[in-house]
């Protein structure tokens, strides 16, 4: 690929150079000045190249289905989320790689063919890097050398909520929750005690993922497309990044006093005691450095409480609006759980959880029809040939897989024909990929998934979730808890808090999340 940087640098620079070679032919005002008019000529040359010319005239990909998006000056400034990649699978049904467009026009590739996924996700996944995409949104929250933005060829060593009236902004106060749980986990209950700095560091959180969505992302994406946007952001003090490093150059402050404290309190006679929290673990298995610890520390905290919260409120509102389902789960989870101060009632087993069909159905049909990662990226590192669509791609070709699209395509999940083969109902419909409804998980453990790929909320191959047997366990008792106690109903969504729940408010970041989700939550007795 055309290096643009090197063409720039070179245009502005050879002026100076010249009249250095020459004895200053020139004086500095006029060398000065004309570089600095080469700068921006280049820099426009550069940017009409690579948002136009190259394209369509000189692109290895220019002969693949391209989707169509509109004229060009509407879309210059975003990048098609999950849910508009969803529409382009239908307008090309045969075509197993799509081509689009990004931001400032950047060529991308959405792969639809099961062995290209296969290929990049899981068999060849290292021969595929991390995106700039991803690395440059998420590196100033979780840190340069975190699990889900290194890139490193080889598997790292450790592998107010309330609003108007009587309703609740679901999302605001699930965080509290999950951030308290989360943080539990990783640095037991002695560190609990006090709840006023375990607020002011969730708020700390809060105000680091401000980056990670809205025109910040978008303008990010646009700069690294032509130029390395250290070259801009470094150097401009914007708002929201300074509020990003100030954030978390507190968390970890406190991440790195918390792993001092423990360390000095590794001796012999403690090492026989029972581990009770991941720190404690990781600190006298010894395998790791103080800096491996914090990024551990930092990852865990911000990804362990986000994607959790968020995965619950789906699971909140797709049940908010369908109360019948509620009923369901509400009956399961007390005839199965035990309820708090009853004597009597059946104790938590390590089983239980896998004894509750309905809450295993809402979660994964949630996960299915709501992934919390609706796009990711991948970069080849060198020239590839993809097997399913035998397509040879360029070395620094942007692939895009989008879980939001695959898991709702009819292509990878059966729907509206008979389900024979199904074990239970082998004469009835299954419901369509476009719906969501937890009876396709009742009648068959794969959900009428047609392939290995189709399903994927946590990603897939070598770089997927290592932490999501956790993950589910959490969300799976937090929301038992929640719906035992509580009936949900829909209330609004949005900043204009629209009333219809058929058009959700949804925000297509790093994760795709609803939008101040408002829900009535009425007290029900009994458990």
Not at 153 to 169: L, M, N, P, R, T
Not at 348 to 375: C, G, K, W, Y
Request: hydrophobic content about 40%.
């Amino acid at each position: 690929m055309f290096d643009y940087v090197s063409f720039i640098l070179s245009a502005t620079f050879t002026p100076i150079l010249v009249n250095i070679a020459f004895h200053q032919p020139y004086s500095w005002f006029q060398t000065i000045s004309l570089a600095g008019v080469l700068a921006v000529i280049s820099s426009i040359c550069a940017l009409i190249d690579a948002m136009f010319l190259r394209l369509f005239f000189s692109s290895d990909l220019h002969n693949l289905p391209t989707a169509i998006q509109g004229p060009v000056w509407k879309r210059l400034f975003r990048e098609p989320t999950g849910d508009r990649l969803s529409q382009f699978m239908p307008e090309a049904p045969t075509s197993q790689i799509i081509r689009y467009f990004g931001v400032l026009n950047s060529e991308r590739l959405l792969l639809t063919d099961p062995k290209d996924i296969k290929q990049v996700m899981d068999s060849q996944a290292y021969e595929f890097g991390r995106s700039y995409l991803i690395r440059r949104l998420l590196s100033p929250i979780l840190g340069k050398n975190s699990l889900v933005v290194s890139d490193a060829h080889k598997g790292s060593a450790e592998q107010q909520a309330y609003g108007s009236e009587d309703s609740v902004e679901i999302l605001k106060w699930l965080e509290k929750t999950t951030f308290q749980i989360v943080f539990t986990a990783f640095f037991g209950t002695t560190s609990t005690n006090e709840q006023g700095p375990l607020e002011d560091l969730l708020q700390e959180f809060r105000e680091a993922f401000s980056i990670s969505s809205g025109l910040y992302a978008q303008a990010e994406m646009a700069w690294e497309t032509i130029l390395p946007s250290h070259l801009f952001f470094g150097l401009i003090p914007l708002d929201d990044i300074r509020k990003t490093r100030k954030s978390m150059q507190i968390i970890r402050a406190f991440c790195q006093s918390q792993i001092t404290l423990r360390k000095s309190k590794n001796t012999p006679e403690s090492r026989m005691l029972l581990d009770k929290n991941i720190l404690d673990t990781v600190i006298r298995s010894e395998n790791l450095s103080d800096e491996e610890i914090l990024e551990m520390c930092t990852t865990f905290l911000a990804t362990g409480y986000k994607t959790v919260s968020i995965a619950v409120a789906w699971a909140i509102y797709h049940l908010s609006i369908r109360p019948g389902v509620q009923a369901l789960l509400r009956a399961e989870v007390r005839k199965s759980f035990p309820a708090p101060d009853r004597a009597g009632t059946p104790s938590f087993r390590p089983d239980t959880l896998q004894r509750m069909p309905i809450l295993t159905a809402v979660f994964n049909e949630t996960l299915r029809f709501s992934p919390l990662v609706h796009l990711t990226y991948r970069e080849a590192r060198t020239d590839m040939i993809l097997p399913g669509s035998n397509q040879v791609i360029p070395e620094g070709t942007i692939l895009a897989i989008s879980p939001w699209a695959i898991q709702r395509s009819p292509v990878y999940w059966r729907g509206g024909e008979p389900s024979i083969g199904f074990s239970s109902t082998s004469h009835t419909a299954c419901p369509s990929p476009l719906t969501w409804d937890i009876s396709r998980w009742l009648s068959d453990k794969k959900g009428g998934a047609r392939m290995q790929c189709s399903f994927m909320p946590f990603g897939r191959g070598p770089r997927c979730c290592i932490a999501e047997d956790f993950a589910r366990d959490e969300m799976a008792v937090l929301l038992a808890v929640l719906v035992a106690r509580f009936d949900f109903s829909f209330r609004s969504s949005g900043r204009d808090s629209n009333p219809k729940p058929e058009d959700l408010r949804t925000s297509f970041g790093v994760a795709a999340k609803p939008v101040r989700l408002m829900v009535r939550a009425q007290p029900v007795f009994g458990w």
